[in-house]
């Protein structure tokens, strides 16, 4: 297992740098974080987001050399940023957004979405903070067993000028968030000039929807609402029933008589033995032989249930409670239409001053001139990669057949192993040795990458201890060690474990010469202790 692992960690030492796929077509965005990932972005300096940043390697190495940018710590906020070259507009043609999630450390609360962020060249990525403006937040979250694929998008009201948040009303579900070998996710969105949005997971459609009719609030706000200045009058009665005024309860009504009563048609069983306990001293114990009565006290038989009580029963008896046929509970008064009843008050309908209507919202969405990764999580491991941004749909699927649709395979197969290993026939031992051997090789490259001096330090003690193993004195020309001195043979009649194994000593009391005695504690009787003296 050491030379394994030594052989893994210097092979990932040794492996060339990956170089990813071009994707074709017109890409407006592309960040796979190999190379020099950290000078394309900006770190906020908000006080806020303590977490850092960090290109790893995925958690099965499918693709040697790639890496991806990862929260490595939980229980930080996280905020980074980088600027398109030019804004991106959705007038008129597709946008199609994806990116990949691998949840290295799984996903009980914390969220893996992008913010596509609405600013301009101006924007200074040091002040990146929650308010900062978005177009569009899109990706998973999770807390607890509450978890979704997000799309919300920002909407100016063109007649207040305000920024409102449109939510998906029903979101996708995530895809399994804890898996035996971690399975790294697509998520793409295409969103069409004529106001469609598609959301897929895998490259399989989640869903179809439409900005004007499946988000919370509408796009679109009412034309008429209440007038605020508007207030149900003092008299207004909105009770449609009332109790019948002239209703009275019946003379015959026993408002008292409970629920359940003895049934008086119950007999006592004939036998039946009331004086008779339920519980009797065992008649088949006997006080142990070891039983001393000056230190354990008086003995008494543990006790069982009585016989006499299983056939047809002992104690006092009771007859068996039965539904009081007398019985009507509280009177009311019966319900009877509310003659001064007016209806269900509404406030009085107005036109509604923020009102507006556009059924084209795909064109005029917020542009988009940046993109943020603004988090909390309460997980460690969480990794995005190839994040792209393109108005080609084809152009994005075939980039990700490239690279996602590459690892998937892999992983896929990988999963397939290790269910086949701890289900499946043959020499499970064997196949869960396998799965660990890889499990730690991934270790290893995952510490070259995070420390290669460290690591390149071990590597050499690694080595060296190699170089001493072969090239010492072999142990095998020194002199044997003197055989140890045979055991004396058991006396007659003794077994074969009487040789073996020593004869245990008993336990002896504190004062000398006393008998070994077992503790009253071991026994399961039970005793009356000794009054002092």
């Not at 439409?210 to 207030?231: E, G, H, M, R, W």
């Not at 245990?504 to 009054?531: C, F, I, Y």
């Amino acid at each position: 297992m050491a030379l394994a692992l030594w052989a893994a960690a210097l092979a990932s030492a040794l492996a060339e740098e990956y170089t990813p796929p071009t994707p074709s077509g017109a890409i407006a965005f592309l960040e796979t974080f190999q190379g020099d990932w950290a000078s394309r972005w900006t770190y906020s300096q908000k006080e806020v987001y303590t977490g850092k940043f960090a290109a790893e390697p995925y958690k099965l190495d499918a693709i040697p050399g790639d890496v991806g940018l990862t929260m490595p710590a939980k229980a930080h906020r996280y905020g980074l940023t980088r600027k398109l070259d030019e804004p991106v507009a959705t007038a008129e043609q597709p946008l199609v957004v994806q990116y990949e999630v691998s949840l290295k450390g799984g996903l009980e609360c914390g969220g893996a979405y992008v913010k596509l962020l609405h600013v301009d060249a101006s924007f200074d990525g040091a002040q990146f903070e929650e308010p900062t403006p978005y177009s569009i937040m899109f990706g998973p979250d999770k807390c607890a067993n509450a978890g979704k694929v997000h799309f919300i998008f920002k909407f100016r009201n063109p007649v207040t000028g305000d920024l409102v948040e449109h939510h998906l009303r029903e979101t996708p579900p995530l895809p399994p968030t804890a898996e035996r070998v971690v399975q790294t996710h697509l998520y793409t969105f295409v969103l069409l000039p004529d106001n469609k949005l598609r959301i897929a997971i895998d490259n399989e459609t989640a869903g179809e929807f439409s900005l004007l009719d499946d988000f919370d609030p509408p796009v679109n706000p009412p034309k008429q609402i209440d007038d605020p200045t508007d207030a149900k009058p003092a008299d207004w009665v909105d009770e449609r029933m009332v109790a019948d005024p002239d209703a009275r309860k019946p003379d015959d009504w026993d408002e008292d008589a409970p629920y359940q009563i003895a049934d008086p048609a119950a007999s006592k069983p004939e036998g039946w033995h009331d004086d008779a306990p339920e519980m009797i001293a065992d008649p088949a114990a006997t006080m142990p032989a070891d039983w001393d009565s000056e230190e354990d006290g008086e003995w008494e038989a543990p006790l069982v249930k009585n016989p006499l009580c299983s056939n047809p029963g002992c104690g006092e008896w009771q007859p068996p409670m039965i539904a009081n046929p007398a019985y009507k509970g509280k009177w009311y008064a019966p319900m009877v239409d509310n003659p001064a009843y007016k209806g269900e008050w509404k406030a009085r309908q107005i036109d509604n001053p923020a009102f507006f209507e556009d059924r084209n919202p795909a064109a005029s969405l917020l542009p988009i001139g940046a993109v943020g990764f603004e988090l909390w999580t309460m997980d460690d491991g969480t990794l995005f990669d190839n994040v792209l941004i393109t108005r080609d749909e084809a152009a994005a699927r075939a980039y990700a057949e490239q690279t996602w649709g590459v690892r998937h395979a892999i992983e896929a197969k990988a999963k397939a192993d290790a269910l086949a290993a701890e289900d499946g026939p043959g020499d499970k031992l064997v196949d869960k040795a396998v799965f660990y051997a890889n499990r730690a090789a991934q270790l290893a490259q995952d510490l070259v990458a995070d420390k290669p001096v460290a690591v390149g330090i071990a590597l050499f003690v690694g080595f060296l201890s190699l170089v001493l193993a072969c090239c010492w004195p072999s142990a095998q020309k020194r002199a044997p060690p003197a055989p140890p001195p045979a055991a004396p043979a058991p006396p007659a009649g003794a077994g074969a474990s009487s040789a073996a194994e020593p004869k245990a000593e008993p336990a002896m009391d504190a004062q000398a010469g006393a008998e070994p005695k077992a503790s009253p504690k071991a026994r399961a009787t039970r005793r009356t202790p000794k009054a002092a003296e």
